[in-house]
């Protein structure tokens, strides 16, 4: 009787990508492998939609949708390339917009629970073709590594159990050509994790709360906002107490977590005479938000009232006041990791938790929004342009 080790555990796993347009199969070599891997999740739903009649209580039919297929990453930030990232590597330019048609194929294997490590041939391999990003989040706080949230959205899985008369269900069904077809290329043997084709600079490791940048070169100057334009340099809103008028964190304002995140909504576009959708396009506008907590002994200190604070236009009768101003958000991690959300960034809400008689620290969440303006950058993004955009970095993380 085979071996049964009463689950998978981490060891035995591992996760990849691949680029759809340029693969021609599901073969992984492994430069896909993703490094730092926590978790991987799916779901799969298949949209099943009723139909009844005249005459009886029974089903009609009960029709088949299509496959609806998530799949979610989180791995830690630890000077390989982000998940996002290798899942654009046709992209034209590190912009939102230029990484989001981007289609992947990615690959779980799983190794003999008898392994300690996820080497030799698989027992099982999940390929997922035509897989798209449709959000992405990334956290950075006092406990703990940062890390990268990535979830895709697909319409096709295959898992291969070494043989296709293994496959569970579906022994004596006549199956198409295509899954054949598909099976016959699904290979993702295991590979030595620290030698998966990115080799990341041996003094950089898994970043944690000391390794967010703040140091910053005035010498860049500022931008629109009067926010130093330092593409290195973690820069957020002064509505923040404690934050400088140009960004920087000069006082050491307590910190506890930063969290930016970006969903896509994707929606699928259907035509007539085709099962697949024709594409899967994003839904504008995009939103984009950033919460950061702070452990506060003054409180938050945002002031708001119904005729605004801040004298903006106009004159007269006409003059007009806001309470609210256009705030520079950048993210800048010593493992290579830059996140822009550009100029237009305001306060969404600001929050008071904690301080009770439980005896905690009153707790102060900032939270901004922006739309559309999401720049992710790498210093060792695999996109064959990435070298060139980093170099000129400040083209695009910077205004």
Not at 50 to 78: A, C, H, K, W
Not at 165 to 175: E, R, T
Not at 229 to 235: R, Y
């Amino acid at each position: 009787m085979a071996t049964t080790c009463g689950g998978i555990k981490w060891p035995t796993q591992q996760f990849g990508i691949k680029n759809a347009v340029s693969a021609a199969n599901y073969e992984f070599t492994c430069a896909h492998v993703v490094s730092g891997v926590q978790a991987v999740g799916m779901n799969a739903n298949f949209d099943l939609q009723p139909v009844f009649q005249f005459t009886q209580s029974e089903i009609y039919e009960l029709n088949e949708g299509l496959p609806q297929i998530e799949m979610t990453v989180n791995r830690v930030l630890d000077g390989n390339c982000p998940t996002y990232l290798m899942a654009s590597v046709d992209a034209p330019n590190p912009t939102l917009f230029g990484r989001t048609p981007s289609k992947s194929i990615l690959g779980l294997s799983i190794f003999p629970c008898t392994q300690d490590s996820a080497e030799g041939t698989a027992t099982s391999t999940l390929g997922v073709s035509g897989a798209q990003v449709s959000s992405i989040g990334y956290n950075f706080g006092v406990d703990g590594p940062f890390t990268e949230d990535v979830t895709f959205v697909a319409n096709n899985m295959i898992w291969d159990q070494t043989s296709v008369s293994g496959h569970k269900g579906y022994v004596g069904q006549n199956l198409s050509t295509k899954f054949l077809a598909d099976i016959a290329t699904l290979k993702f043997s295991g590979c030595n994790p620290n030698n998966n084709g990115v080799p990341r600079d041996a003094n950089v490791g898994v970043a944690f709360r000391e390794d967010l940048k703040f140091t910053f070169d005035s010498s860049y100057g500022v931008d629109s906002n009067g926010a130093i334009k330092d593409p290195d340099s973690t820069i957020l809103p002064a509505d923040i107490y404690g934050i400088t008028s140009s960004g920087t964190n000069t006082s050491n304002v307590p910190l506890q977590s930063i969290s930016v995140s970006v969903d896509l909504n994707r929606e699928d576009i259907n035509i007539l005479g085709k099962r697949g959708p024709q594409n899967r396009t994003i839904t504008l506008p995009i939103q984009v938000n950033t919460n950061v907590d702070v452990t506060s002994d003054t409180d938050h200190l945002v002031s708001a009232i119904e005729d605004g604070i801040i004298r903006t236009t106009g004159s007269g009768t006409c003059l007009t006041s806001r309470n609210l101003i256009n705030r520079t958000i950048r993210i800048a991690s010593c493992e290579g990791l830059r996140i822009y959300t550009g100029l237009r960034n305001k306060l969404l809400s600001v929050s008071r938790s904690g301080g009770d008689t439980g005896g905690g620290n009153v707790t102060i969440t900032y939270s901004f929004q922006t739309y559309n303006t999401f720049v992710v950058m790498h210093e060792r993004d695999i996109n064959p342009s990435g070298a060139a955009w980093w170099s000129s970095r400040s083209t695009y993380l910077a205004e």
